[in-house]
């Protein structure tokens, strides 16, 4: 069974940085994608940023592209999200998923594993 736990999350001003970290076990880490995605009040889960098992691909939403950067240990069996430049807009509840491949999709419906969520709170 694989497991995701997420931590990182906390109250921070706009303009400044967290970084959110999540630990996989429960499957050969390196084989699969990973995504961050996120869901403010009100609105549906959208994906943020994701990467392919060996990290050398990514993907960025528009909205975050420039300021976030995803990455990842497979020695740790972990994935990270730097958010540097956070904006109010970017406070949400931000959740790690595993893909069900070693490439990455947009798709939700490709994630098959979710960690219980950390949140994140931008203050203007």
């Known amino acids: 069974q694989v497991q995701l736990v997420e931590s990182g999350g906390g109250l921070v001003q706009a303009g400044g940085s967290l970084r959110l970290s999540c630990v996989a076990s429960?499957?050969?880490?390196?084989?699969?994608?990973m995504g961050w995605f996120r869901q403010a009040p009100g609105k549906k889960r959208d994906l943020v940023a994701a990467?392919?098992?060996?990290?050398?691909?990514?993907h960025y939403a528009d909205s975050v592209k420039g300021r976030f950067t995803i990455s990842r240990d497979n020695a740790k069996n972990t994935v990270y999200l730097q958010m540097n430049s956070l904006k109010p807009e970017d406070t949400a509840v931000y959740y790690c998923?595993?893909?069900?491949?070693?490439?990455?999709?947009?798709?939700?419906?490709?994630?098959?594993?979710w960690g219980q969520g950390t949140q994140v709170t931008v203050s203007s």
């Open positions: 990467t392919s098992g060996s990290g050398g691909s990514t």
């Open positions: 429960g499957r050969t880490f390196s084989s699969y994608a």
């Open positions: 998923a595993s893909g069900n491949s070693w490439h990455y999709t947009e798709k939700e419906s490709t994630y098959d594993a």
